[in-house]
Structure formats: structure tokens, C-alpha cells
């Protein structure tokens, strides 16, 4: 079955800094790759997310790459400011077609002023 | 108003004693599904659901149980709770097909003594 692995586990950038998560998958055939943000004690919220139809897609300061070949996706944050500070999750589609997710464990994200 | 609850938010229980954590919909979604959240692990699959009558395991489906009778409510059934189970818990639903926002209910705490 599908596999999610992401990095880092943690990171800590200025305000202003940029901050790339990266993650890989396992399964050729995922073809939606979300990314949700979890505030402290709140549920994920979708950010951004990506086809495989497409290798880049951009929302004001956050973007997302695809490269299929590799099977790897990144979340891209420009202009970091504090609020910015959650834990980030990647996910991969399961390849069956349906909307089942696999997520990866989790990247907090902490902007100092 | 567009969303996905869960009840209840916080419970305290003690091993063996069955307990129903309660998920509902307002989007007319196929899928639904459960997840729990263990600090480093990410949110890792427990059932799932294509639509009503229709469910599956996910990656982590021991000890716990589901149905899918209605269109809206997606139950997730502790039938012997051990404290291995003290997690957060998330319900999430979306349209069936690849592709589309999985909407997550506010997350249930549970610790299990």
C-alpha cells in the first residue's frame, strides 16, 4: 500500500525566512496530494493541494511542487509570520481512485519573531 | 452551515467499558472516515467508508469497530477500551472520488484508565 514519509520533523525558522517541507511517496499511481494545517488544539484544514496533472500550484505565500518521476512533493512557505507556526501535514491519495488519504507523521513549524 | 461534528469532545473512561464516539455530516458526502492522532505519528487510518453499508479497515482497525447505516453518521464503536487506545480522535468526510477536500470534525479526546 501507499507510504507517506516526510521531513523535517520540526523547524524552526525566523519571521521573514522561508520554510520547505518535503515529503515522498510510494505508490505511482497517487494522483492528488493535499497538505493540511493544524493549528494547536484545532482539526486539519486543507491549505493547498496539487494533481499530478500539475507540477506546481501557488496561493499568495504558500506553493507546492510535484515531480512525478522522483514521487516527491514540497510545501513551500514564503514570508513566514508567527502565525504560520503549526504542524503541517502531507497526504498522498490511495491509487485506487477513491479519496482515501495516507498522511505523513507531521512537520512542526515554528516562526520566531 | 457546511461541517462535521463529533461527540462527545472529551471523555474519560475506564478499561472494558464500551463507549460510541458519535460522527456526523451535512455535505451529503460518500466517504467517510477515522483517524487517530499520537504525537510523531501522524494521523493514521483506523476505518473508512465508500458510502452507506460499504466499510473497510485502515491501517490501524484493531479494537475498534464502525457502521455506516446512514448517509450522514459514521460511528466509531469501542466494544472493550484499553489504555492504549488514550488518543485523539478525528472524523473526516469528503466527496468519494480522488481529489476532493476531506473536511475534518473537531477531534475527540479520549483517555482510557
Known amino acids: 500500500g501507499e507510504n507517506v514519509e516526510q521531513h523535517p520533523s520540526t523547524l524552526s525558522v525566523q519571521e521573514g525566512d522561508s520554510a520547505v517541507i518535503k515529503c515522498t511517496y510510494s505508490?505511482?499511481?497517487?494522483?492528488?496530494f493535499p497538505w493540511y494545517k493544524q493549528e494547536l488544539g484545532k482539526r486539519p484544514q486543507l491549505i493547498i493541494d496539487?494533481?499530478?496533472?500539475?507540477g506546481e500550484k501557488k496561493d499568495q505565500r504558500i506553493a507546492v511542487t510535484l515531480n512525478k518521476t522522483a514521487k516527491h512533493f514540497s510545501l513551500h512557505i514564503t514570508e513566514t509570520q508567527p502565525e504560520d507556526s503549526a504542524v503541517y501535514f502531507c497526504a498522498a491519495s490511495d491509487g485506487g481512485g477513491y479519496n482515501k488519504l495516507i498522511f505523513g507523521a507531521g512537520t512542526r513549524l515554528a516562526v520566531h519573531p | 452551515e457546511a461541517q462535521v461534528t463529533q461527540n462527545p469532545r472529551y471523555l474519560i473512561t475506564v478499561t472494558g467499558k464500551k463507549l460510541t464516539v458519535t460522527c456526523s455530516q451535512n455535505?451529503?458526502?460518500?466517504?467517510m472516515s477515522w483517524y487517530r492522532q499520537d504525537p510523531g505519528l501522524g494521523l493514521r487510518q483506523i476505518y473508512y467508508s465508500m458510502n452507506v453499508e460499504v466499510t473497510d479497515k485502515g491501517d490501524v482497525p484493531e479494537g475498534y469497530k464502525v457502521s455506516r447505516k446512514e448517509k450522514r453518521n459514521f460511528p466509531l464503536i469501542l466494544e472493550s477500551p484499553s489504555p492504549n487506545q488514550t488518543s485523539l480522535y478525528f472524523c473526516a468526510s469528503s466527496f468519494a472520488t480522488s481529489g476532493y477536500e476531506q473536511y475534518f470534525g473537531p477531534g475527540t479526546r479520549l483517555t482510557v484508565t
Open positions: 496539487i494533481r499530478s496533472n500539475v
Open positions: 455535505m451529503n458526502h460518500e466517504y
Open positions: 505508490d505511482s499511481a497517487s494522483n492528488y
